[in-house]
């Protein structure tokens, strides 16, 4: 447990201290009865949602008999003191507890979703999120959060895309490296931290039909591919947990697929940290099919290598019997506690168990002003502007009405998984272009999620007749994103549409802020209205962030990370699509792939986000045609600021390997860079494409790069490639 391999968590202690946790693993290890072993691998929810509140004295008494190792779900400190008294003085052996919460996107201080922060593009601004929400959860008590979530998927229709950071594996690893820094910092010891997890392993993406907790049918190619590199830049970066996934994985459930834990994670990886359920995935195998009762799913979830029971409790019945019997080598059992113990050593709990439960703490590091401005850096930066026909930026004479609820829902600019944030701390937008513009002229224009009334519609009219601007809020509620928030059409909720065609009959210039967890199919807003920006769900700070970015105070930067479609038929519409024998764009036959009603292309792309400036991209060199196996190749592109104000780009390099063992796909990203220049500054921006950026799953099933040309091109998006130079990889 010395985070050898590609798992660097044992970095995050140094070498004595390494020591002195494996002395004390070892000594707990001797002294552990087998009930007080699979103790350590119980996790139970003590309030929640999902099921009853635990009464206090059963669960007292279940924690001072050594039968829970972690709990989730535990509310005020006092509360959490308490259960790690019964844990560290009434306990027989005076294990700790984890204190376990699903800390999403920010915990008081709320920041904009995760596909919100990977519209930024910049890993960094996550990593500086995740240091605040681990600073605020921290100190109120968690050690532990379920996050960050690093599925890749290419279906908007699933509710929890809100959690990830979209399509690509590229992108979704390089944010999955900086969430995990944000939360671990650099020495689990500091009462600042939290351990992380990266969830959800794997495949979760991609259940079919974009519906929640369904059947996964992915290859191994595309699990390697398109699945797991994000997983595996989290265990590279020493994240301290990963979560099963729900799904089933060759129709075998991921809490149970020895291949998938023990033969890739634990075997592949090296990884070094524990591995948790999801809420209930290992009794879910009974359903599944795949056990016939709660000894056979004990058993598989142990066999395939996953560690802690997530509420179920399937391992606290069943698991002491099956050791006893010898179905479960104790030695796996041991395996399991020792990482357990492991992670708690990391995270400083042996020394001192009561380091998180300081009220002064507390009060000092939460919702802080500083935590308040880096909440709106980071939503302004996450907006992307889709359209705009000249309308923005609005200047401070404009006479500006407002329409639309959501603009006023303080709990709904939270968005969903925002369980630490209070809607008494979030600045609306309404109130933030109050602050801006003055009293604005409001009306809701519809009850949420999307009901009109010819009342309401005739107020936004009036509204809208009396302005020279009308932002028109519009979009899903948070209670239809997230977990179990799947949707066949995901287009404006109810009749939202309907207010956005009154106004606009009025000839008033309309802007439409998106507020959204997931691409929504806007074809007719697009068609008709001269602007839109997608602002997601903002969090605390959408007020004031969105009145300076619709005033031109700051210059919308952000890039989508996942593609919209036109309509929820085209899914999946992602950048990376596989080359087809017939290509509709290269030819006028009939018999070509195309649809009839609909372009094959998304209405916004992969990438795409547009600017109150210009840029140009020129000069595209490699410093070689051809560079060997094992070195890298540097690729450099000269970007300029056209424009008349300062202003944000990112430089998307992608990537086409032109013939391989296994088709391969149009285009992949492989790099990209964020560059801010004034106007008229230019800059050079140079990569480095090496052999692992070119590598896939091989027809030989090897990860390899293998020789041969390629094509190497840089755009304003997936849809919006500038130039193209071509390289040979040679042996």
């Known amino acids: 447990m010395t985070g050898t391999g590609k798992s660097a968590l044992g970095t995050y202690v140094d070498e ?209 591919e398109r699945h797991l590199p994000p997983f595996e830049a989290a265990v590279e970066e020493g994240v301290a947990t990963v979560m099963n996934a729900f799904n089933t994985i060759e129709r075998i459930p991921a809490s149970g697929n020895e291949d998938l834990v023990s033969g890739v994670l634990k075997g592949e990886w090296d990884f070094a940290g524990a591995m948790v359920s999801d809420w209930n995935s290992f009794g879910e195998q009974l359903p599944h099919g795949v056990a016939a009762d709660e000894r056979e799913a004990a058993k598989l979830a142990m066999l395939a290598g996953s560690d802690i029971d997530m509420v179920s409790e399937v391992l606290l019945e069943e698991l002491p019997d099956l050791v006893r019997d010898g179905d479960v080598p104790e030695s796996r059992l041991d395996d399991a506690v020792e990482r357990v113990l492991w992670v708690k050593g990391l995270a400083g709990l042996f020394e001192d168990p009561y380091r998180y439960f300081e009220e002064e703490r507390r009060k000092a590091v939460t919702l802080t002003e500083d935590h308040r401005e880096t909440a709106r850096e980071v939503a302004e930066r996450s907006f992307v502007l889709l359209k705009n026909e000249g309308v923005l930026p609005l200047t401070e004479d404009t006479e500006v009405g407002l329409v639309g609820a959501l603009a006023d829902s303080a709990e709904d600019t939270l968005g969903a998984w925002a369980w630490g944030g209070e809607p008494e701390d979030v600045t609306t937008i309404r109130a933030g272009l109050d602050d801006h513009f ?126 919209f479609p036109y309509t929820e038929g085209q899914i999946p519409v992602a950048h990376d699509r596989l080359p087809t024998g017939r290509p509709a764009e290269d030819s006028e036959e009939d018999y070509v792939s195309k649809y009839l009603d609909v372009p094959n292309d998304p209405l916004y792309a992969f990438g795409h986000g547009e600017s109150y400036t210009d840029f140009a991209f020129t000069d595209l060199t490699l410093a070689s045609d051809a560079f060997p196996s094992g070195k890298a190749l540097e690729a450099t592109v000269t970007i300029e600021n056209t424009g008349d104000v300062a202003g944000r780009d990112v430089v998307q390099l992608y990537v086409q390997d032109l013939v391989g063992s296994r088709s391969r796909p149009e285009k992949e990203l492989v790099a990209f860079e964020t560059v801010e220049l004034e106007p008229d500054e230019t800059a050079e921006v140079t990569v480095e494409i090496d052999e692992d950026d070119l590598a896939f799953w091989t027809d030989d099933e090897k990860w390899a790069a293998e020789p041969g040309e390629f094509d190497l091109m840089v755009g304003h998006a997936a849809d919006d490639i500038v130039h193209t130079e071509r390289f040979t990889l040679v042996e």
Request: overall charge negative.
């Open 16 to 224: 004595q201290r390494r020591e002195t946790i494996a002395d004390r693993v070892e000594e707990l290890l001797s002294e552990m009865t087998v009930e007080e072993k699979v103790g350590q691998l119980n996790q139970r929810s003590v309030s929640f949602v999902m099921g009853p509140e635990d009464g206090n004295e059963d669960l007292e008494a279940a924690i001072a008999d050594g039968e829970i190792g972690s709990v989730l779900n535990a509310e005020g400190l006092e509360a959490k003191q308490h259960l790690q008294e019964f844990a560290v003085e009434e306990s027989r052996l005076g294990i700790p507890l984890l204190m376990a919460f699903d800390v999403i996107h920010g915990y008081r201080t709320v920041f904009p979703t995760p596909l919100g922060q990977a519209a930024t593009w910049e890993p960094d601004l996550a990593e500086r999120a995740e240091r605040v929400a681990a600073t605020e959860a921290s100190a109120d008590g968690h050690h532990w959060t379920f996050a960050p979530m690093v599925d890749v998927s290419r279906d908007p229709r699933w509710g929890r895309v809100m959690e990830g950071a979209g399509e690509s594996p590229v992108l979704g690893s390089a944010f999955a490296r900086a969430r995990v820094r944000g939360f671990q910092g650099e020495d689990l010891t500091e009462a600042d931290t939290m351990l992380a997890c990266a969830k959800h392993f794997a495949g979760y993406g991609a259940s079919e039909a974009g519906r929640d907790y369904n059947t996964v049918n992915v290859a191994e190619t595309a699990l390697r």
């Open 438 to 563: 003055g009293d604005v002229p409001y009306a809701p224009g519809y009850d949420l999620p999307g009901e009109v009334t010819a009342e309401s519609l005739d107020e936004a009219r009036d509204i809208a007749e009396e302005a020279d601007v009308v932002v028109a809020v519009v979009g899903e509620p948070a209670d239809m994103v997230g977990e179990a928030a799947s949707r066949a059409h995901i287009d404006l909720p109810g009749d939202q549409r309907r207010l956005l065609e009154a106004v606009h009959e009025t000839e008033t210039p309309v802007v439409a802020l998106l507020m959204n967890g997931r691409p929504l199919a806007v074809e007719w807003l697009d068609d008709h209205l001269p602007a839109i920006l997608d602002v997601w769900h903002p969090g605390t700070e959408a007020g004031p962030a969105i009145a300076r970015t619709l005033t031109g105070e700051v210059v919308p930067s952000g890039h989508l990370p996942m593609s």
